[in-house]
C-alpha cells in the first residue's frame, strides 16, 4: 500500500521519499518497543496486552521470543548487545544476559514501586536512560494497581547499579532520544503533547527542559515511540501517524500509517527501513536517510 505523507517542507522527501509501506505481519493486540539488531539482523517486538514478545528472523519468520514478557513495553540494545526491556506488570527495567538469565536493573525508587517503566535509552558510556508513567496501572496496558509515587519521572541508571531521579515535572513522560553528539536527550510527554529537550552534563545529569517541539493534529494517535536518524532528523509518533522534524525543530512532514502507530525503529542492512509497530499491526517503511546502530 502506497503512504499518504503530508509534506510541510520540501526537505521532507530528501528524507523519507515516497515509497510504499509494506505490512509485515498483523493479528496482534497492541505491539510496541520495536528494536533492532544490527549485527545479527533481527527485531524483536511487544504485544503489551498479550504479554509476549516477539522475534522476526533475518529470513521474515516471526516466532514467539518471549512470554511471559511481564507486559513489556520499550525494548533497546546496551552497548554489548544486550536487550534491555521496560515491563509494565511488574514496574521493572530488565536485561537479558548471554546465557539466557535475566538481571533486574530497577525495580524502586527509595522504597516506594516504580510506575511503569516504558521506554529506554542507552548512552555510550553505558548508562541506562528511561521514562516512568503511568500507564502499566491500568487495564489491557499493564494491571490495574494504585500507584506508589506521587510523580511520573525520568531516571539514569550508572554501570554500579545506582538509580537516580533527573526529572519529576512531566505529566506522562514516554519517547526518548539522545541527539547525534549525545550532549542532548530529547523526551516526549505524552499528556501535554510536546517534546522537550535537556542538555546531558558530563556526570549524565540533565538540565534545561524546554519545549522544543508541539505535536499536532486532530487524527488518532499519541505522543510515544521517538527517534533520529543518522542526520539528526527527529521522527515522533502522534496524531495520524509519525511526525519528522528537522534538526532545528521544524516539521517536515507526517508519514500517515494505516493504524494508530505507538513506535518504530530502524533497520535491515543498511538502515533505511522503518520498522513500524502500529497497534495490531507491524509495517515495514523504506526511507532516504539511515537511522543510527545502537552498538
Known sequence: MSISARARHSGFDDVVGNASIERLATGYSFIEGPVWHPYEKWLVFSDIPESRMYRRSPSGEIELFREPSHKANGNTLDRRG?????EHATSRVTRAEPDGT?????????DKELNSPNDVVVATGGSIYFTDPGFGRVEFYGVPRQQELSF???????GDGALTLL???????????????????????????????FRVETNGDLNGGAVWAVIEGTEPGSTDG???????????????????????????????????????????????SLYIAASTSLYRLRVRVPGLRLF
Open 226 to 272: 521517538m527517534k533520529i536518524d543518522s542526520r539528526g532528523n527527529l521522527y515522533c509518533t502522534g496524531p495520524g501517524g509519525i511526525h519528522v522534524f528537522d534538526a532545528s525543530g521544524e516539521l517536515l512532514g507526517v508519514i500517515a500509517t494505516p493504524e494508530d502507530c505507538a513506535n518504530f525503529t530502524f533497520g535491515d542492512e543498511d538502515l533505511r
Open 82 to 86: 544486550r536487550l534491555v526491556t521496560c
Open 102 to 110: 535475566v538481571t533486574v536493573l530497577a525495580t524502586h525508587y527509595g
Open 152 to 158: 511520573q519521572g525520568v531516571y539514569r541508571i550508572d
Open 167 to 197: 526529572a519529576d515535572d512531566f505529566a506522562q513522560p514516554n519517547g526518548l532520544c539522545f541527539s547525534l553528539d549525545e550532549s542532548r536527550l530529547f523526551i516526549n510527554d505524552t499528556e501535554r503533547g510536546h517534546i522537550r529537550v
